[in-house]
Each structure stands twice: as structure tokens, then as C-alpha cells.
């Protein structure tokens, strides 16, 4: 890792409250992740994703990843639902998020699961992302 | 690819510590009544001799107003830093109110609906998964059955249409969200009021399962949390609590339900959380929300060798209990820290051992007053004015930064999730108040 990422990730750990934790691109054995708590966030203008991870000592660590864990219908008239247990597909709601596993529909937009407590979730996915490098530094 | 705890933990350090080189010990020249200092240490109630360092005390005095979101400092000015990477809510003293707080600012309030003693909110990290807090009329997250929820209550912000009214259309009404989270354990909570009606209320996580009444609890003036332990925000009398409402259960399935049919509530700030205990209240639309944790330092020179820290907290912490009060660093390394151990007894952590091992009092959740001194030779820990001693003769650094609350070393696990005050600490080890 650069040295800027290193600040990014430095930075992004504040903005998650998980500082301690390590930032790790690969999941170790065992370790158990919340993809609930994954946030958006650009290293170096890539978009990236951060999954908090427990690991197996308990203590905690940061997955990241290209790809989220969630998705949301962007529009009314998106062809986007989620999966109910039953099998049947249902509507969600505009804008609300929802698993990615979940989804059924081609026109579900991948996003965070997770945003800060004060942001704005309803707003352009890229328009939250926190500007990482440029706190880093 | 990995960095490392110490080099984020330095990179908090440098966000978080502005350099507030304020005081000396040589400071001290004369006492007011009761032994104060006549050079601006406060006559609180809650010491009978002023300490080096107070924060919070009874007068208020660096606290400002109640969930203003301004700065704060020690009695004297001393300079307290705060940081906390997102917003966060504030409950009014009398709990009936929330106001956001934006990040890097202090939440100060009681915590406890019977006192006015203003204190600084300390929570660990944590993540609402329950999405549209206050807005239970949005289809498809919350699903209704026999029940009809609008946004039309006047809410906990004061705001008219802020938070939800819901009304059972028939009988055993409901109204439930879905979440998609592994088995861990996790808390449930929600403010409620009675609208109409005088039938059962009963809330759930485990989708009706198994449902716990709480109308004998409910009121149709102010607002309740159902919670799972009295915790701060609602302690004093406007806890509902459910025990079962923290448990660990695969893909919860939360809400309430509304037995007699025409019967109504009031809902708002819906929280399903990452925590042993109820933590404040995350707001949430359409995605989880995570709340940053909160840290606050103040830096000042090392009462050593002997020295004394005092503090009160209220939280709604149980066993265990691990949470760390009063933290003495030196470059993230602390030497000595007040702390609640595994078993809920006060005592120091030097960093390598515990010291005394136990105290006389367990806490249970509420509000209780941690004391420790050193003498050079001998630790001292007191809860709750019971004391017990040990030696050591680890001596505490000689440039000293004062975690409030808190321990940088650990954000995620050492913030008691509740509300800290009457924060002492001197180097002399008599003036401390137990």
C-alpha cells in the first residue's frame, strides 16, 4: 500500500470509528463479516467498499473490497425487487437498500449498505463517498 | 496489506489533540471555603476540596448548554478536544427531545431524566440496521398487518410529522421490518407514547415469536424507550425495559403490535443495533446508519507521582463491563487507566495488570462514581465510595494526555455508552471525591 492510501485508510478508519482495526484485502480464516456496516469510499479516485470484519481473537479488522454488498431500486419504475423467503419477489421501496444476495431484477443499483449517522442515504451514491485521499493527506 | 492499531491510533492522535499545554500543579495558592482554590476551581456539591482538573462538574461550569453542540472545556478553561468521525443525536435531560450533533462536537446532557448535571455523551461504534427510523408508513421496509402507520406525529426532534402514528385496524395489529443480519447479539429499541386507547402494546424482535407487553409502562404525555437495560438517555423512570428485547436471533424480525383494534401509538427512532445494550438513537432512512465513536481528550501535565482521578457515569452497561473512564497517555501509550473490569469492579489497569483486582461495589446499570489514587506505592479503587487498596509501584509517565471517557488505544471497546461527569483528577490523592 502507498503511502497516500495509507493515509486514506488512516483517515477512513476515523470516519468509521473503527480505528485499531487493521485494513486487510484479503479475509483471514474464520473472521466473520458485517457487510451491514460496509461503507463506500474512493482510494486514490477508486471506488472501494470497507466491511468490518470480528475476528477470531474478537478483535476487529477492515475488508476491502470492489464490489458492495447492497443494492437499491433508483427509480419508480426500476425493475428491482427483493427476494422474500418465501421465494416471491417484492417491491422495497424507492431508494431503500437491501441486500445484494436479495435482489431479483436487472436494474438494481449496487451501493454501500451503511452510511454515516448525519448523511444524506437518498442522495447519488458517488456523492457520499468520502473524499479518503484528500483527508489522508 | 495492512496498517497497523498504532499507526491509526496515531493518525486519531493527530485528528483529535489539538496541543492544550495548560497548568501546573505550582498552580495551587489558596482555597476557598472548604479548601478551594480561590484561582477558579468551582464550590461544587459533589467535592468538598477542588481538584487540579475538573470536568463536568455540578455547576456546569465549561459545559454550556444542554445538546448545543458547542465546545466545552475543563473548569477553568482548559481545552477539551472531541473527536467523533460522523453526527450523533442528543437527548434532552427530561429525554423527550433529540437534536443531531454534527461530528468532532460534544453531546452534553444528563443522560438521567431526574438530574440537570450536564455530562459528556461516550458511545462505542455502532450500526442502526433498522431502516426509516421514524417513518414506519414506508411500504415495503415496514410491513403492516391489521395496522395503519402515517407520519403524522409530532416527533422527538418537535418537528410536526416527524415520527409515526400507528393504529391497529383490527385485532393483534402489526407492523414489522425485516433485517438481514447473521445470529450476533444485537439490541432492539423504540420510543413510544399512547395515543388511543387503553389495550396491550407489545413489541418483538423475532418476529412474534414471542411478543413483551409494555402499555403498563406506556404514557400518553411523554415519550418511552423500550430497551433491553435502563440506560442513559431514558434512566430515572423512562426506561421500558424488555429484556428480550437484546438477544442474538438470525435475521431479526422487529416491531410492535396492538391488541385492541382502533387502538394507537405514537412511534418514533427505531433502532436495531451492533450492542449488549441500547446505545443513543441513530437516525436512518433508506440505508443503516453508523455512528462514529466519541473520544475526548484534554492535555495537561502528569499529576505524578501520586495522584488521584475521579468520575460518574451513567450507562446502561452490564457484565461485562469493560469500559475505561479515565485514561492517563503518554503517545498512546497509557500508564494508567480508571476502568470497570469484566466483572463491573473499579479499578486501575497500569497496562499490564489490574490494580487492586477488585473493588467492594459491583456496578449494575445506572448511575455510579468511580475513584482512583496512587501514592507512589499503593493503588486505590473506590465505586461507589467503597475502597480498596494494593501496592505498586509503577510510576504514571511524566507528559500525561487525559482520555475523557474513553481510551484512544481502544475506541470501539472502552467508550462506557453512557454519559461521563464530575470528572476529577489532582496530584494530590486525598482530593478526589469517592
Redesign the interface.
Known sequence: ?SRAT??A???L?????????????AKPPQA?E?P??E?LLYVEGVKKYVRPMTLIDGG?ALL?VDAPS?V?RPTKHADCW?REPDGGA????V?????AS?AVGPECEP????????????GAEDDKAPAVEDIGK | ?????L???C??LV?ALVAADRGRFGRFNSRCDQGRSSRGFLCDASSSVAAYFEFAPASGAGMGAACAGTAVTGSRGETVTV???????CYSNDGQTLT?I??NLPRVSSGDITSTWLGIWSE??V?N?A??SRDLS????WVPTSMTCTLTATGMRNDVNGASTCTATGANGTALQT????AATRSTSLHLKRRTGTGTVEVTRNNGTTWSAVDASLSSTVWRRVVSVETAGCAGGNCIVVPAMTASVLNPVIGIRIVTSGDAVDVDFVQDE?SPEPTSP????????????DLYTVTTATPAPAFCGAVTVVTGRTVPNTSSLLTFQSGGTYSFSLQTDSLSRATWYNGAVYSPAVSSTASTPGTFRLLGSHSGTTDRACMLGNCVSAANATALVTRTTVVLCGDS????VAPPNGVCRGFQFDSDTTRCTP
Not at chain 2, 414506508?138 to 421496509?141: D, H, L, M
Not at chain 2, 441513530?282 to 465513536?293: D, K, V
Not at chain 2, 488505544?409 to 470501539?412: E, R, V
Request: glycine residues 8%; positive net charge.
Open positions: 500500500m495509507d493515509a485508510i488512516l483517515a478508519g476515523i470516519t468509521l470509528g473503527a480505528v485499531g482495526g487493521e485494513v486487510l484485502e466473520k458485517r451491514e456496516e461503507r476487529e476491502l447492497c437499491r427483493r417484492r417491491d422495497f421501496g431508494l431503500n437498500r437491501f441486500r436479495e451501493v454501500a449498505c451503511a452510511v454515516l449517522a448525519g448523511e444524506d442515504a437518498d | 496489506m495492512r496498517t497497523t492499531r499507526a491509526a491510533l493518525a486519531v485528528v473527536a467523533r468521525g460522523s453526527a450523533a443525536e443531531q454534527a461530528s462505542r461504534p450500526t440496521l431502516l426509516r414506508v411500504a415495503g421496509v433485517l438481514t443480519v447473521a451492533n441513530i437516525l436512518t432512512t433508506s440505508a443503516s446508519a453508523t455512528r462514529s465513536g488505544a481502544f475506541p470501539t
